[in-house]
């Protein structure tokens, strides 16, 4: 037997392991579930090409573990270790990577988190365990070896007689980690980590129920059959080529990874690259709400199927957190903080191949399918426009596919709505006037107006869309949007007055005197409009400036305008040619006049919604009385 001094400068390495990385301890079992798979592989590697000749069979990885002994197993098939190699890899290799690490990130306490993962390899195991044991026969004509560290740098080698090939490493659980002996929680971290690992992976067995014999009575139970318990899925959609999947098995994964989800995907997207980067995975776009909080952090990444994170901030361009689904890449640097995986720069080569990948996917639903993506449109329109504020590559994609919904249902690309509005809604200096609305209900009256003079009318309701519509504004020319109740339609969109006023310019002089009498610092700005007699005497309506500056603050991006305290700003057109103002200026009395003002006033207020309260409770009371 040969005993010996691990090559390390630290005096006890172990202690400090398991500071540094108390929050992750549970790591230990996918580090060493990851060195049984990469055995695994490597052996299957070498038979192929004909450089290992044994059998390479039907492999599988056990977890077992003995709650009486305080112990856990991991026990592969693998191409296991001679004696020389235990001592390469294991005492030698290994520990510097220990001590490097530890080194590079002694400071880093707050990041341990992020660095766990990936960092520590076969001796995160010493995080839950005081000692460690492998027993390992390698598929070469060697006899095995039997290791075994207690945790200070002194280990000890001797022969072992295990006869079968691969590697079992034997970790006696420390009194603090005996949670780690649970059934339950050891297959919630095989459930985390190793759901798509690529070897199947055993951990107990269960009861089969097999088919009845032929001739079998009704009454009779039906054969069971223990079989072994294998926890994982070795072959996951996003690792087969799109070619040999079909929609049905999309969905399928999708449940296998949401199982909770009941709600179906919308559409899916296939990633698949292998130059100048390694990345598989598939994307799925889910039906959203307008909650997009709720909705991050369901992105899994893995590392050729070893579950990382779910945490895929600065590898997929923020707009897209809302999606669902899998990526796995091998170039992306994991023990590295946030800030400089940003930077990195195969990451934003991944970043950006994701963006163009989702953009294109889009454009090919709408070239193909257009009617069907106009159906999903209202749940993915929030991702699109977000990707539309955020990124400007996809801003240039999505301008072709990206919709604009009118009120009645139909939908418009955007040179497609260019084309509609051109001959009717421009302004006096030749700019599309827009007009939309951003609630059917309470902007009925007001979109009624519009469509009775013929105008489109579109329907933007997304949280977001006071921002995507500056930005429309900006980066397109002559474009100008309008909620149908901010300012007077007429005055926006037509280029010269048709309409005669029914008063003269003395009139409304004395019309106007007589309304900022009663009105009078309520905060309107009055103006003095003729239009068809028809349509109401009062209207009120919002700068759209002061509206959108509201709204932005609200959902952020505002933050320039400081406080937050928009003041409140009315417009009141008073239509001149309506019967009842004709009646205010007529009347007699200045006690009927105000009445008749107030009561107009509370008439508009009601249709812009403004009227609320005490002021309704009011309002009703006084029109009861009218109409006794
Ligand atoms: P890494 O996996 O990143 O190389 P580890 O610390 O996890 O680092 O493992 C160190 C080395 O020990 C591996 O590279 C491998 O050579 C060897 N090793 C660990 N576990 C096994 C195993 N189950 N079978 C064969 N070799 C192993
Ligand atoms: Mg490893």
Same mark, same amino acid.
């Given at each position: 037997?040969? @005993?010996?001094?691990?090559?390390?400068?630290? /005096?006890?390495?172990?202690?400090?392991?398991?500071?540094? !990385?108390?929050? =992750?301890?549970?790591?230990?079992?996918?580090? !060493?579930?990851?060195? *049984?798979?990469?055995?695994?592989?490597?052996?299957?590697?070498?038979?192929?090409?004909?450089?290992?000749?044994?059998?390479?069979? =039907?492999?599988?990885?056990? +977890?077992?573990?003995?709650?009486?002994?305080?112990?856990?197993?991991?026990?592969?098939?693998?191409?296991?270790?001679?004696?020389?190699?235990?001592?390469?890899?294991?005492?030698?290799?290994?520990?510097?990577?220990?001590?490097?690490? &530890? =080194?590079?990130?002694?400071?880093?306490? $707050?990041? *341990?988190?992020?660095?766990?993962?990936?960092?520590?390899?076969?001796?995160?195991?010493?995080?839950?365990?005081?000692?460690?044991?492998?027993? @390992?026969?390698?598929?070469?004509?060697?006899?095995?070896?039997?290791?075994?560290?207690?945790?200070?740098?002194?280990?000890?080698?001797?022969?072992? =007689?295990?006869?079968?090939?691969?590697?079992?490493?034997?970790?006696?659980?420390?009194?603090?980690?005996?949670?780690?002996?649970?059934?339950?929680?050891?297959?919630?971290? &095989?459930?985390?980590?190793?759901?798509?690992?690529?070897?199947?992976?055993?951990?107990?067995? $269960?009861?089969?129920?097999?088919?009845?014999?032929?001739?079998?009575?009704?009454?009779?139970?039906?054969?069971?059959?223990?079989?072994?318990?294998?926890?994982?899925?070795?072959?996951?959609?996003?690792?087969?080529?799109?070619?040999?999947?079909?929609?049905?098995?999309?969905?399928?994964?999708?449940?296998?990874?949401?199982?909770?989800?009941?709600?179906?995907? &919308?559409?899916?997207?296939?990633?698949?690259?292998?130059?100048?980067?390694?990345?598989?995975?598939?994307?799925?776009?889910?039906?959203?709400?307008?909650?997009?909080?709720?909705?991050?952090?369901?992105? %899994?990444?893995? %590392?050729?199927?070893?579950?990382?994170?779910?945490?895929?901030?600065?590898?997929?361009?923020?707009?897209?957190?809302?999606?669902?689904?899998?990526?796995?890449?091998?170039?992306?640097?994991?023990? #590295?903080?946030?800030?400089?995986?940003?930077?990195?720069?195969?990451?934003?080569?991944?970043?950006?191949? +994701?963006?163009?990948?989702?953009?294109?996917?889009?454009?090919?639903?709408?070239?193909?399918?257009?009617?069907?993506?106009?159906?999903?449109?209202?749940?993915?329109?929030?991702?699109?426009?977000?990707?539309?504020?955020?990124?400007? $590559?996809?801003?240039?994609?999505?301008?072709?596919?990206?919709?604009?919904?009118?009120?009645?249902?139909?939908?418009?690309?955007?040179?497609?709505?260019?084309?509609?509005?051109?001959?009717?809604?421009?302004?006096?200096? /030749?700019?599309?006037?827009?007009?939309?609305?951003?609630?059917?209900?309470? %902007?009925?009256?007001?979109?009624?107006?519009?469509?009775?003079?013929?105008?489109?009318?579109?329907?933007?309701?997304?949280?977001?869309?006071?921002?995507?519509?500056? $930005?429309?504004? @900006?980066?397109?020319?002559?474009?100008?949007?309008?909620? #149908?109740?901010?300012?007077? &339609?007429?005055?926006?969109?037509?280029?010269?007055? @048709?309409?005669?006023?029914?008063?003269?310019?003395?009139?409304?002089?004395?019309?106007?005197?007589?309304?900022?009498?009663?009105?009078?610092?309520?905060?309107?700005?009055? %103006?003095?409009?003729?239009?068809?007699?028809?349509?109401?005497?009062?209207?009120?309506?919002?700068?759209?400036?002061?509206?959108?500056?509201?709204?932005?603050?609200?959902?952020?991006?505002?933050?320039?305008?400081?406080?937050?305290?928009?003041?409140?700003?009315?417009?009141?057109?008073?239509?001149?040619?309506?019967?009842? #103002?004709?009646?205010?200026?007529?009347?007699?009395?200045?006690?009927?006049?105000?009445? !008749?003002?107030?009561?107009?006033?509370?008439?508009?207020?009601?249709?812009?919604?403004?009227?609320?309260?005490?002021?309704?409770?009011?309002?009703?009371?006084?029109?009861?009385?009218? #109409?006794?």
């Amino acid at each position: 037997m040969a @005993t010996g001094k691990i090559n390390v400068s630290v /005096d006890n390495i172990f202690p400090l392991i398991k500071k540094f !990385l108390y929050s =992750d301890h549970e790591i230990f079992l996918r580090e !060493l579930i990851s060195n *049984a798979t990469d055995a695994t592989l490597k052996l299957k590697h070498l038979t192929s090409i004909g450089e290992a000749k044994v059998e390479y069979g =039907d492999p599988k990885i056990e +977890i077992k573990a003995d709650k009486e002994g305080k112990k856990l197993h991991i026990i592969d098939q693998g191409l296991g270790m001679t004696e020389e190699e235990v001592k390469k890899y294991i005492n030698e290799v290994a520990f510097s990577g220990a001590e490097e690490f &530890l =080194d590079k990130y002694k400071d880093a306490g $707050k990041e *341990a988190g992020i660095i766990g993962h990936f960092g520590l390899g076969f001796y995160s195991s010493f995080m839950v365990a005081d000692k460690v044991e492998i027993i @390992t026969k390698s598929y070469k004509e060697e006899p095995a070896v039997h290791w075994s560290c207690d945790g200070s740098p002194e280990f000890s080698l001797q022969e072992s =007689d295990k006869k079968e090939r691969g590697t079992e490493i034997i970790l006696h659980i420390s009194e603090d980690s005996t949670e780690f002996l649970e059934e339950g929680r050891i297959s919630e971290l &095989l459930k985390k980590y190793n759901k798509f690992m690529p070897i199947p992976i055993k951990f107990g067995t $269960k009861t089969e129920t097999l088919p009845k014999p032929e001739g079998a009575k009704e009454e009779d139970p039906a054969p069971t059959k223990e079989v072994d318990n294998i926890i994982n899925n070795p072959n996951p959609a996003w690792t087969k080529q799109p070619a040999d999947l079909k929609d049905e098995d999309y969905k399928n994964f999708y449940r296998e990874l949401y199982p909770m989800q009941f709600e179906e995907p &919308l559409f899916h997207i296939h990633l698949n690259v292998d130059y100048p980067f390694n990345l598989t995975g598939i994307l799925y776009f889910p039906k959203l709400t307008n909650d997009l909080s709720i909705q991050k952090d369901r992105i %899994q990444l893995y %590392q050729n199927q070893v579950y990382v994170t779910d945490n895929v901030e600065g590898i997929v361009p923020e707009f897209l957190t809302m999606l669902r689904g899998v990526i796995d890449s091998p170039d992306i640097p994991l023990n #590295v903080s946030r800030s400089y995986l940003q930077a990195d720069g195969a990451v934003k080569k991944i970043s950006s191949y +994701i963006t163009r990948k989702v953009a294109d996917k889009l454009n090919s639903l709408f070239k193909n399918n257009r009617e069907e993506f106009e159906a999903k449109w209202n749940d993915i329109k929030i991702v699109i426009e977000y990707g539309m504020l955020s990124e400007e $590559k996809f801003f240039e994609k999505a301008d072709k596919f990206a919709l604009y919904p009118t009120i009645d249902g139909k939908y418009y690309t955007f040179d497609e709505l260019k084309e509609a509005l051109k001959e009717n809604q421009t302004d006096k200096d /030749d700019k599309l006037v827009v007009l939309y609305a951003s609630d059917k209900e309470a %902007q009925h009256s007001y979109i009624e107006a519009a469509k009775a003079k013929g105008y489109e009318v579109l329907l933007m309701d997304s949280p977001i869309i006071a921002h995507l519509m500056q $930005k429309l504004e @900006t980066s397109k020319e002559n474009l100008s949007f309008a909620r #149908v109740d901010a300012d007077h &339609l007429d005055n926006l969109i037509k280029k010269e007055d @048709t309409q005669i006023s029914k008063l003269s310019d003395e009139e409304k002089e004395k019309l106007k005197t007589n309304l900022e009498e009663v009105i009078t610092g309520k905060g309107y700005t009055i %103006q003095m409009e003729a239009m068809d007699s028809d349509a109401s005497p009062f209207i009120i309506t919002e700068p759209e400036f002061m509206r959108r500056m509201k709204e932005m603050q609200q959902t952020g991006g505002g933050g320039m305008f400081g406080m937050g305290n928009m003041p409140e700003m009315y417009n009141l057109i008073v239509n001149t040619n309506h019967e009842l #103002v004709g009646e205010i200026l007529n009347t007699k009395t200045a006690k009927k006049r105000e009445r !008749l003002i107030n009561q107009s006033l509370d008439l508009a207020r009601l249709s812009k919604g403004l009227l609320k309260g005490e002021e309704l409770t009011k309002f009703i009371k006084r029109s009861y009385e009218m #109409v006794k």
